[in-house]
Every structure is written in C-alpha cells, then in structure tokens.
C-alpha cells in the first residue's frame, strides 16, 4: 500500500515543501503504526523548516509535532493497544503524513467522539500552556498574567486555561486577534502600536504577577518590566530568531538551532542577579516530555477530559488537506491566524482495518 508524506527538502521558506508518495512503513517490534487523522501546523514546525529551531532534523524530513489518528497495524512485541484505537502523539517531526510508526510507549489514548482537529490541538498547545501555567510556574486564583501573542495558537490555549484558573487576563496581538482575545476573557494590548509596558502598566498599576514570553530575545527584558516584584517572566520561544517572519521564501538557509539561545541564558540569569526579585523561567515542551514522560501523559488526560467536559473549545483557524501544507504553514507565516491551522488527514481513505495481516 502506498503513501503520502510531505518532506522538506532544504532549510527556507514554504517552497522547501514536497508532496511525495512512498510505500506505506511497517511498524518495527515495540512500534504501532497509526493512520492520521489529524496533523497541526504551528510556528515549531515553520522554525523547524527553516532551520532555526532547536529540534531542527537534519533534512530531508518530515514536519509535523502533533497528531491524532487511529491504531492501524501492529508491532509484533506490543501489548495493551487495540487496532482502530484513537491516539494522539507528539512526535515533534513526522506528522504531515498518512501513515506514521512510533514507538508504543509514545502513544496516548484519545476519548472516543472528540473532533480530532479539536483533540490534536491540545497535544501541543494546550499542553505547553497547561505545564507553563502548573509545572514551570505556578499560577493562583485571581493573579494577573500578560499572555503574548494570545490570539494565536498556544496564547488562545491560556486565555482558555486561564479563565477556568479565574485568572484576570491581558494579551498583546495585533488589531485582528483583539476581538477573539476580548470573547476569550482577555485585555487586547495592541502590539503593533502601543508599548505594552506602559500599557501594562497604566491598566494594572503595579504589573502583573506571571508574563509567557514565545518572543525571545530583547522582549524578555521588555516583559521583565511588565512585572510586579516577586513576578516570574515563563520564556517559551525564539520567534525573534526566525527569518523573514517564516517567509523566508527562494533563500536556502542552513542549519542555526541555537540561535538566540546564549541571550536567553542571559536574560535568566539577569532574573536573579537584578534587583526585584523578578524571575526569567524557561519551559520546553520536549525537555519536560523526555525528563518527565509521565507528568506529558498525566496532563495530556486531563486536557482530554476537559475537551470532553466541553470547559475548554480549542479554536480551529482553518483545516487544510495534507497536500495543502504549504500553503498552510504559508498562511500561519503570514500572520493574523486566530487559534490553531490543523491538516486533515486521509479524509478519503476507506478503514483498512478489515485488511490486518495476523501479528
Ligand atoms: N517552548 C515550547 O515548548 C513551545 C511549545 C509550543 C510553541 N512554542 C512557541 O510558541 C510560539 C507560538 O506558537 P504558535 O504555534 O501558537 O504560533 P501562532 O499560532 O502563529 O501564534 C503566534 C501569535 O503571536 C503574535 N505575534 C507575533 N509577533 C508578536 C509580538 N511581537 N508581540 C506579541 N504577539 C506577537 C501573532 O499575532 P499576529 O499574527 O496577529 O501578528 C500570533 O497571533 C512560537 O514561538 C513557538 O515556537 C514553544
């Protein structure tokens, strides 16, 4: 049975992404093969095509952080998992595909009756605000939090999260995002004419208890003096370092995973050393999954139940087919992209489920 993923072929902008068609890949010993249903598009996987994120594959690969789909073949030695099971994942490369293998252990169980679009965006999204908000940092009842870029796809995630944590709520974006940030609970700080220090400011008085910083760089500093004393800046991101806005386009670049990263250290170290007992964390996604695979299984559920619960509704953008990516990964680049882009996968494919060969 054949097969499409989409490969990048070289470091640059959207047209170093390729349709290819392959035979379908067999699932090692310990690995499951899952048929997609769901593939997001987020920011990582834009930096990652570029070249300048610090999961960067070596190219030619496949992009793709987070999916869902449904259990369709499996590995010899594994154990406990059903074919036709729902799963998610995060494989942080490889799911712009139909057909993905992973490793078992990698895999957790999806609720029956969730919209995978819905359910995929909460692997990477909602999890990074979830653990930002409970493990990297630890926000209470009523505190004040500045979320940047909160029209996007992790900040809708923490207007959500937040407003059930009765947190009170601003978020820069620019002029299109303002009326999904209001719906969503949040303060609209235009980013693109205001100066969101002042602004923050003006409207609290002494500043905020918690900044999430995606941005990276010298905005760490600016986020630092939206603080109260005692606050903590959560630093998740290095949009600063991408080129060109992720539009990046006919210029083949190269490999810079760790740029911006020597200035982050900086900034965390500033936290302590300054006066104002102001603090600069990190959090990362992936260091906290491979340091703590359980804590990204225990939170994922969670979330899960929340979704089921109806008290969080991640907010589609736009739902592309995987032959679209481009121009998905296009449109997310391009700006004023409210919540998450997500690829619909094998829409069209009949189950194949009838056709398993004995383990
Ligand atoms: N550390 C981790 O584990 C982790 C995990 C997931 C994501 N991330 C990071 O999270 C960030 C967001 O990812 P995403 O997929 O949610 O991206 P997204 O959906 O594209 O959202 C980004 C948002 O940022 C806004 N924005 C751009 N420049 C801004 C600025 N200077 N100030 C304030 N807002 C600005 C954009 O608004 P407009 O489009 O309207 O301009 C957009 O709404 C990325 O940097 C990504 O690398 C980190």
Redesign the pocket.
């Known amino acids: 049975m054949r097969h499409k993923r989409i490969v990048v072929t070289h470091y640059g902008g959207a047209d170093a992404l390729r349709v290819i068609e392959e035979e379908c890949p067999e699932p090692e010993s310990v690995q499951v093969r899952v048929r997609v249903d769901a593939a997001g598009v987020?920011?990582?996987d834009v930096?990652a095509r570029e070249g300048v994120h610090p999961e960067t594959p070596p190219v030619p690969f496949t992009p793709g952080w987070d999916l869902v789909g449904v259990v369709d073949r499996l590995g010899k030695d594994t154990s406990g998992i059903e074919l036709g099971q729902t799963v998610a994942a995060l494989p942080i490369h490889g799911a712009y595909a139909e057909f993905v293998c992973l490793p078992q252990s990698e895999l957790v169980p999806v609720p029956s009756g969730l919209d995978p679009a819905e359910a995929v965006s909460l692997v990477?999204?909602y999890i990074?605000a979830y653990q930002m908000m409970h493990r990297a940092a630890e926000v209470r009842p009523g505190q004040r939090v500045l979320i940047?870029?909160a029209?996007?796809?992790?900040?809708t995630a923490l207007l959500q999260l937040g407003r059930l944590d009765r947190l009170q709520m601003y978020g820069?974006?620019?002029s299109?995002?303002a009326p999904t940030v209001s719906e969503l609970g949040g303060v609209p700080v235009d980013?693109e004419h205001q100066d969101f220090v002042e602004e923050i400011h003006r409207l609290t008085g002494d500043g905020v208890d918690m900044v999430f910083d995606?941005?990276g760089g010298n905005h760490l500093w600016h986020s630092r003096k939206a603080l109260r004393p005692g606050g903590t800046v959560v630093g998740?991101?290095?949009?600063s370092s991408m080129r060109g806005q992720g539009l990046a386009s006919g210029r083949p670049g190269r490999r810079h995973r760790f740029g911006g990263t020597a200035a982050f250290g900086l900034v965390i170290a500033g936290g302590w050393l300054l006066p104002g007992k102001k603090r600069v964390v990190p959090?990362?996604?992936?260091t906290l999954k491979r340091l703590k695979p359980e804590s990204f299984r225990q939170d994922l559920v969670a979330l899960f139940e929340l979704l089921r619960q109806q008290k969080i509704r991640p907010l589609i953008a736009k739902r592309f087919p995987l032959a679209a990516a481009r121009q998905a990964q296009e449109l997310?680049a391009h700006?004023?992209?409210t919540g998450k882009i997500v690829l619909v996968v094998n829409q069209d494919r009949p189950s194949l489920l009838g056709q398993q060969l004995p383990r």
């Open positions: 987020s920011l990582p930096m990477l999204n990074t940047h870029g029209a996007g796809g992790v900040g820069t974006c620019s299109r995002g980013y995606p941005i998740y991101g290095l949009r959090y990362s996604i992936q997310l700006g004023g992209v």
